[in-house]
């Protein structure tokens, strides 16, 4: 099966769709890794290795802050049902819940009004407070960036911390993922598109611009990390409770929400994670989600597997990201749709 993987892969940059992946397969309790093409195409082009580090964008959701989240359902701290405006007097919307913006059906759009002319912290934050509800909650599944982002803002108002300390703290340092972090410092980073405030490319800082303006430090991105740590991760969710009960992780893969987007397709979410809706009656035990930069993940439990893909399709640019296609055939390997 790596094999097969390798081959998909290797035909994808040979067809320039992006310049490398990293990914790793976990089965049965073990865990195979490799790579293929290139860690960055420009200034120079230099070769991948099984421990590039990624930006893994969106992933964060899910990896950091969904899991930190439910770390704090656990510990009483929060439950589903607890209104965002008690924790955060700042947000004005009475009646958004941790389970609306876990469920992507808080009524909040994907990003916050005038995104691209926001220009400092303070302004974004501002705006995210300010943000009016753009459909009625909980009729439509509408993937937000800023419900994340507001999520990121809970976590660190319950703990007393930023999300980097905490996430390093409750689930990195926990089960070893040693190069993985907020705002790396490595060498050993692949980088994704130029910041256009230095004509330089973006190596280690993060390619989201709202977490670039949060410091890096975000709810819906930030993180970076290597395929085999998230190959730990995933592991961690298959066999343990280093870092969730096995109470919530019933709950994450029993959780069955289907309804519309705003275009009308049929989305399928459990806790923070993305749901195959044309899967969701053959494999009910199957989680997912991806990252803007190139990656994604998916958790099988019924069958003790579980898959990440590690890429920085946005380099040297965003427009030449064609991974999508990879990805799909990659899935189709397993489960033959």
Same mark, same amino acid.
Request: hydrophobic share 35%; with cysteine; net charge neutral.
């Given at each position: 099966?790596?094999?097969?993987?390798?081959?998909?892969? %290797?035909?994808?940059?040979?067809?320039?769709?992006?310049?490398?992946?990293?990914?790793?397969? +976990?089965?049965?309790?073990?865990?195979?890794?490799?790579?293929?093409?290139?860690?960055?195409?420009? @200034?120079?082009?230099?070769?991948?290795?099984?421990?590039?580090?990624?930006?893994?964008?969106? &992933?964060?959701?899910? +990896?950091?802050?969904?899991?930190?989240?439910?770390?704090?359902?656990?510990?009483?701290?929060?439950?589903?049902?607890? *209104?965002?405006?008690?924790?955060?007097?700042?947000? *004005?919307?009475?009646?958004?819940?941790?389970?609306?913006?876990?469920?992507?059906?808080?009524?909040?759009?994907?990003?916050?009004?005038?995104?691209?002319?926001?220009? /400092?912290?303070?302004? &974004?934050?501002?705006?995210?407070?300010?943000?009016?509800?753009?459909?009625?909650?909980?009729?439509?599944?509408?993937?937000?960036?800023?419900?994340?982002?507001?999520?990121?803002?809970?976590?660190?108002?319950?703990? $007393?911390?930023?999300?980097?300390?905490?996430?390093?703290?409750?689930?990195? %340092?926990?089960?070893?993922?040693? %190069?993985?972090?907020?705002?790396?410092?490595?060498?050993?980073?692949? @980088?994704?598109?130029?910041?256009?405030?230095?004509?330089?490319?973006?190596? $280690?800082?993060?390619?989201?611009?709202?977490? !670039?303006?949060?410091?890096?430090?975000? $709810?819906?991105?930030?993180?970076?990390?290597?395929?085999?740590?998230?190959?730990?991760?995933?592991?961690?969710?298959?066999?343990?409770?280093?870092?969730?009960?096995?109470?919530?992780?019933?709950?994450?893969?029993?959780? *069955?929400?289907?309804?519309?987007?705003?275009?009308?397709?049929?989305?399928?979410?459990?806790?923070?994670?993305?749901?195959?809706?044309?899967?969701?009656?053959?494999?009910?035990?199957?989680?997912?989600?991806?990252?803007?930069? $190139?990656?994604?993940?998916?958790?099988? !439990?019924?069958?003790?597997?579980?898959?990440?893909?590690?890429?920085?399709? +946005?380099?040297? /640019?965003?427009?030449?990201? %064609?991974?999508?296609?990879?990805?799909?055939?990659?899935?189709?390997?397993?489960?033959?749709?």
């Amino acid at each position: 099966m790596i094999e097969k993987i390798k081959e998909i892969l %290797n035909e994808g940059v040979l067809n320039n769709d992006f310049p490398g992946a990293t990914f790793c397969l +976990v089965e049965d309790g073990n865990i195979n890794c490799s790579n293929v093409g290139s860690i960055s195409l420009l @200034p120079e082009k230099k070769p991948n290795t099984n421990n590039t580090i990624y930006d893994i964008a969106s &992933l964060s959701k899910v +990896v950091s802050t969904t899991t930190l989240v439910l770390q704090a359902i656990s510990e009483g701290k929060i439950d589903f049902n607890s *209104k965002v405006c008690d924790i955060l007097a700042e947000y *004005k919307h009475k009646n958004t819940t941790i389970q609306d913006l876990l469920f992507h059906t808080s009524g909040l759009g994907p990003v916050v009004k005038n995104a691209s002319k926001i220009d /400092t912290k303070e302004k &974004l934050i501002k705006q995210i407070f300010a943000e009016e509800l753009t459909y009625e909650p909980k009729s439509s599944i509408t993937y937000s960036d800023t419900g994340f982002m507001i999520l990121g803002f809970i976590i660190e108002k319950i703990y $007393g911390r930023k999300i980097d300390e905490i996430a390093s703290e409750k689930i990195f %340092n926990k089960i070893k993922m040693i %190069n993985t972090s907020y705002r790396p410092d490595s060498s050993n980073i692949a @980088p994704t598109e130029i910041d256009s405030s230095n004509n330089q490319f973006l190596i $280690g800082t993060v390619h989201d611009e709202r977490a !670039r303006l949060l410091d890096g430090l975000s $709810g819906h991105a930030g993180v970076f990390s290597t395929s085999y740590d998230l190959a730990l991760f995933i592991k961690s969710i298959l066999e343990d409770e280093k870092l969730l009960t096995n109470s919530m992780k019933n709950l994450i893969f029993n959780t *069955k929400y289907i309804n519309k987007d705003l275009k009308g397709n049929t989305l399928a979410r459990s806790y923070g994670y993305n749901l195959y809706p044309e899967k969701v009656l053959t494999n009910n035990e199957l989680i997912m989600h991806t990252g803007f930069t $190139g990656c994604n993940l998916w958790i099988d !439990r019924k069958e003790k597997r579980g898959f990440v893909l590690l890429s920085n399709g +946005v380099h040297p /640019t965003r427009d030449k990201n %064609n991974i999508f296609e990879s990805r799909k055939r990659i899935l189709n390997l397993f489960y033959n749709s």
